[in-house]
């Protein structure tokens, strides 16, 4: 009975969270690989040595700190610099420098393990460099680092938690809301975690299953 | 106007929350690699019920946010009747959670070790036991000593998720330094770099270390 | 190189007894049916091409590789199960009769995280209970007599492939063994290094220790061993005395298998 009637009252908001949560998850991991990935370009195609410290502090700085502090400093401390966020924007763009360095060394890997071979390969047929980057070591490196990619992905599902701290209204956010209301909070939670788990073992299982998929080719030799 | 006089008048404050930081991403590594290292046991022994509860100990800690677990610790551990401060929930917490990603770590350093270690050690006659304490576990410490130590550092950021059951480490402090002086940017830019202070620190000691274990 | 008088101080050689063994993996039978005597205090010497079952057979002696049918006894204990065919043999008997039987790696298997000294005198403190102090005496006294005095210190990452895989007799000497299992000990080391790891052996053959060695040095097989037993495909096809198998080999594909190592050698020559 009450539990009918709390998820009529709190329901549509918590699968708004749900999306909320989904959406940023989504666009948030795309946007970090683009820049990641951008980032491993330049790291690779451009060789100044001021380019290269400034690349390389960018990654120390955002690795070497908590994803809570570096929302905080673009939600609460942009605006003093004159850039004022909404939340969902800050969360947004907050996951994609988050997620940035990470996806960023992914990438550096999986082109340095592309064969010299095949590149010279390319080279020698005349290929344009913009060409060789596009149809030869995108794919190759793809198929190596894909597992990476799958792997950091995932974990950035679970960060997306902590957007509710710059009051993001994903699903922790909603439930919370929820929880001051009814006062139902081990309840909640415990859901709420029983949620993740499961979402997350899905997501994981979905990833290997593609995973397995985009490198069956690589396997089926011998 | 940034105000740099803001940083130097509260950075001692703020140096100072560090550490409960350091405590509690410190002890939670201690109590991970503990912990871990019975989990990685379990996963890699021969009986399916402790395999079984490996695996799910890891899938759930691995699968569901901290921020929920420290959550779920702070709300229902008083209700299944388990009274302990704020803080020692934290530590337990971060440190059970720790252990899941830590017995993975293990569990690979495991693997690597080639298997006519422990032969040797069954030839020779030492007890499981002490195969595992003596041959075993060290050698998988030293080859996964780079990942522990990239571990300790994920928890040092990993801690600043506390400040939701109400621990003042360092991101705590400057949420209520950020409120009372109107200085967001200043604060929150100089708890980053204390972070960053940190976690280079660490990532140097561990250098320093992995050099000496080389054997 | 200068070997002190005795490696083993008094040796009590033991004999082992292998009967009907048999060994699966999946569908693939390993070993077929091998049945063979080790006499104490002798050498008996395993050959034949790779793959066939050799090390196998040796590795289930100690019952680091669990046979599926038949019995090993060492003198007249059966290893490994409590009867044949019946329930496996629990950790702790086995491990004591384990004690008995020393065995050498070929890829010497030292722990890198211990010296030389430590990987010798890991066994006697925590196999055999004696105290520290003590048990590194015994194992500095192993590593002098197999030449290593001087080495003690080094960890395995400091030593020569020889020098590693005389720590590793040193190791499996110092427990006082009755019967020592050898697995291919020279295949892993270069050419030069051979003579150094064979001359302790045959002084281990000299003091009368029961040695059963998997080896493709012939010539060791054919100067050192009591016995050579030749193996192909799982079976144990012949078996003698050093010169009835090297002299005169009866058996086609033994003669076959001689053939193609003279070849082989005298190529590489």
Same mark, same amino acid.
Request: aromatic share 8%; proline share 5%; charged share 15%.
């Given at each position: 009975?009450?539990?009918?009637?709390?998820?009529?009252?709190?329901?549509?908001?918590?699968?708004?969270?749900?999306?909320?949560?989904?959406?940023?998850?989504?666009?948030?991991?795309?946007?970090?690989?683009?820049?990641?990935?951008?980032?491993?370009?330049?790291?690779?195609?451009?060789?100044?040595?001021?380019?290269?410290?400034?690349?390389?502090?960018?990654?120390?700085?955002?690795?070497?700190?908590?994803?809570?502090?570096?929302?905080?400093?673009?939600?609460?401390?942009?605006?003093?610099?004159?850039?004022?966020?909404?939340?969902?924007?800050?969360?947004?763009?907050?996951?994609?420098?988050?997620?940035?360095?990470?996806?960023?060394?992914?990438?550096?890997?999986?082109?340095?393990?592309?064969?010299?071979?095949?590149?010279?390969?390319?080279?020698?047929?005349?290929?344009?460099?913009?060409?060789?980057?596009?149809?030869?070591?995108?794919?190759?490196?793809?198929?190596?680092?894909?597992?990476?990619?799958?792997?950091?992905?995932?974990?950035?599902?679970?960060?997306?938690?902590?957007?509710?701290?710059?009051?993001?209204?994903?699903?922790?956010?909603?439930?919370?809301?929820?929880?001051?209301?009814?006062?139902?909070?081990?309840?909640?939670?415990?859901?709420?975690?029983?949620?993740?788990?499961?979402?997350?073992?899905?997501?994981?299982?979905?990833?290997?299953?593609?995973?397995?998929?985009?490198?069956?080719?690589?396997?089926?030799?011998? | 106007?940034?105000?740099?006089?803001?940083?130097?008048?509260?950075?001692?404050?703020?140096?100072?929350?560090?550490?409960?930081?350091?405590?509690?991403?410190?002890?939670?590594?201690?109590?991970?690699?503990?912990?871990?290292?019975?989990?990685?046991?379990?996963?890699?022994?021969?009986?399916?019920?402790?395999?079984?509860?490996?695996?799910?100990?890891?899938?759930?800690?691995?699968?569901?946010?901290?921020?929920?677990?420290?959550?779920?610790?702070?709300?229902?551990?008083?209700?299944?009747?388990?009274?302990?401060?704020?803080?020692?929930?934290?530590?337990?917490?971060?440190?059970?959670?720790?252990?899941?990603?830590?017995?993975?770590?293990?569990?690979?350093?495991?693997?690597?070790?080639?298997?006519?270690?422990?032969?040797?050690?069954?030839?020779?006659?030492?007890?499981?036991?002490?195969?595992?304490?003596?041959?075993?576990?060290?050698?998988?410490?030293?080859?996964?000593?780079?990942?522990?130590?990239?571990?300790?550092?994920?928890?040092?950021?990993?801690?600043?998720?506390?400040?939701?059951?109400?621990?003042?480490?360092?991101?705590?402090?400057?949420?209520?330094?950020?409120?009372?002086?109107?200085?967001?940017?200043?604060?929150?830019?100089?708890?980053?770099?204390?972070?960053?202070?940190?976690?280079?620190?660490?990532?140097?000691?561990?250098?320093?270390?992995?050099?000496?274990?080389?054997? | 190189?200068?070997?002190?008088?005795?490696?083993?101080?008094?040796?009590?050689?033991?004999?082992?007894?292998?009967?009907?063994?048999?060994?699966?993996?999946?569908?693939?039978?390993?070993?077929?049916?091998?049945?063979?005597?080790?006499?104490?205090?002798?050498?008996?010497?395993?050959?034949?091409?790779?793959?066939?079952?050799?090390?196998?057979?040796?590795?289930?002696?100690?019952?680091?590789?669990?046979?599926?049918?038949?019995?090993?006894?060492?003198?007249?204990?059966?290893? $490994?199960?409590?009867? %044949?065919?019946?329930?496996?043999?629990? !950790?702790? @008997?086995?491990?004591?009769?384990? +004690?008995?039987?020393? =065995?050498?790696?070929?890829?010497?298997?030292?722990?890198?995280?211990?010296?030389?000294?430590?990987?010798?005198?890991?066994?006697?403190?925590?196999?055999?209970?004696?105290?520290?102090?003590?048990?590194?005496?015994?194992?500095?006294?192993?590593?002098?007599?197999?030449?290593?005095?001087?080495?003690?210190?080094?960890?395995?990452?400091?030593?020569?492939?020889?020098?590693?895989?005389?720590?590793?007799?040193?190791?499996?000497?110092?427990?006082?063994?009755?019967?020592?299992?050898?697995?291919?000990?020279?295949?892993?080391?270069?050419?030069?290094?051979?003579?150094?790891?064979?001359?302790?052996?045959?002084?281990?053959?000299?003091? $009368?220790?029961?040695? %059963?060695?998997?080896?493709?040095?012939? !010539?060791? @097989?054919?100067?050192?061993?009591? +016995?050579?037993?030749? =193996?192909?495909?799982?079976?144990?096809?012949?078996?003698?005395?050093?010169?009835?198998?090297?002299?005169?080999?009866?058996?086609?594909?033994?003669?076959?298998?001689?053939?193609?190592?003279?070849?082989?050698?005298?190529?590489?020559?």
């Amino acid at each position: 009975m009450m539990e009918l009637d709390l998820f009529r009252e709190y329901g549509p908001a918590l699968l708004r969270g749900l999306g909320v949560t989904i959406f940023c998850w989504i666009v948030g991991t795309a946007c970090a690989m683009a820049l990641g990935f951008l980032l491993a370009l330049v790291q690779r195609g451009v060789s100044a040595r001021p380019v290269q410290w400034i690349l390389r502090a960018y990654v120390e700085f955002i690795r070497g700190t908590p994803f809570l502090v570096q929302l905080f400093v673009l939600y609460y401390g942009a605006p003093m610099l004159g850039l004022r966020l909404d939340a969902m924007p800050a969360g947004l763009l907050g996951l994609t420098i988050y997620g940035s360095p990470y996806f960023a060394e992914i990438f550096r890997a999986g082109l340095n393990a592309v064969p010299l071979g095949q590149i010279e390969a390319a080279r020698a047929m005349g290929f344009a460099p913009a060409t060789i980057l596009r149809r030869i070591m995108i794919p190759v490196m793809l198929v190596s680092a894909l597992p990476a990619l799958v792997n950091f992905s995932i974990i950035l599902t679970k960060e997306t938690v902590i957007l509710s701290m710059i009051t993001v209204p994903e699903i922790m956010f909603e439930t919370q809301t929820m929880m001051a209301e009814t006062f139902a909070f081990a309840e909640s939670t415990l859901v709420l975690a029983l949620f993740f788990w499961v979402f997350v073992e899905t997501i994981s299982r979905i990833g290997r299953r593609l995973e397995r998929r985009a490198t069956h080719y690589l396997l089926d030799r011998s | 106007m940034f105000s740099f006089q803001t940083i130097i008048d509260n950075l001692p404050v703020l140096a100072a929350s560090a550490r409960y930081t350091l405590l509690i991403s410190g002890a939670g590594c201690l109590l991970g690699l503990i912990f871990g290292a019975l989990i990685c046991v379990a996963a890699v022994s021969r009986a399916p019920a402790a395999r079984a509860f490996a695996g799910l100990y890891v899938s759930f800690f691995r699968g569901v946010p901290l921020l929920i677990q420290l959550l779920l610790a702070f709300y229902l551990l008083p209700l299944v009747g388990v009274n302990v401060p704020a803080l020692a929930a934290a530590i337990f917490t971060v440190g059970l959670c720790a252990a899941a990603y830590i017995s993975e770590i293990l569990r690979g350093a495991l693997n690597a070790i080639p298997r006519g270690q422990a032969e040797a050690a069954i030839a020779v006659g030492l007890s499981p036991r002490h195969i595992w304490t003596r041959i075993l576990l060290p050698q998988a410490l030293k080859i996964s000593m780079p990942a522990l130590v990239n571990e300790l550092i994920l928890l040092v950021k990993a801690s600043s998720l506390v400040t939701v059951v109400g621990i003042v480490e360092i991101t705590r402090m400057s949420q209520a330094i950020a409120s009372a002086t109107y200085r967001p940017l200043e604060i929150y830019l100089t708890a980053a770099f204390l972070y960053l202070a940190i976690n280079l620190v660490i990532a140097a000691l561990g250098r320093n270390l992995e050099r000496r274990l080389a054997w | 190189m200068t070997l002190a008088p005795s490696l083993t101080g008094t040796v009590n050689p033991a004999s082992a007894r292998l009967e009907n063994v048999c060994k699966f993996y999946g569908e693939f039978q390993a070993l077929k049916d091998i049945s063979l005597v080790i006499p104490p205090g002798k050498v008996t010497c395993l050959i034949g091409p790779s793959g066939s079952g050799k090390s196998t057979l040796l590795r289930c002696i100690n019952f680091l590789e669990e046979y599926d049918r038949g019995g090993i006894w060492i003198d007249d204990r059966l290893i $490994g199960y409590e009867s %044949v065919g019946g329930r496996r043999m629990g !950790g702790r @008997a086995l491990r004591e009769m384990r +004690r008995d039987i020393g =065995m050498v790696f070929q890829q010497f298997n030292l722990w890198p995280h211990m010296t030389a000294l430590q990987n010798v005198a890991e066994g006697l403190e925590r196999v055999k209970g004696i105290p520290r102090a003590r048990a590194h005496e015994i194992a500095a006294e192993a590593l002098a007599k197999v030449g290593l005095g001087d080495k003690t210190g080094n960890h395995p990452s400091r030593l020569s492939g020889g020098q590693q895989q005389r720590v590793a007799i040193a190791r499996a000497v110092a427990m006082q063994p009755r019967i020592m299992l050898f697995d291919e000990p020279t295949s892993a080391l270069d050419p030069e290094l051979v003579g150094e790891v064979l001359g302790v052996m045959k002084q281990l053959a000299a003091e $009368g220790m029961t040695m %059963v060695v998997v080896t493709h040095e012939m !010539g060791f @097989a054919a100067h050192v061993a009591d +016995r050579v037993v030749f =193996m192909e495909r799982g079976e144990l096809v012949a078996q003698g005395s050093p010169a009835e198998i090297f002299q005169n080999p009866g058996d086609r594909r033994l003669a076959a298998f001689l053939q193609g190592y003279l070849e082989r050698n005298s190529l590489e020559l």
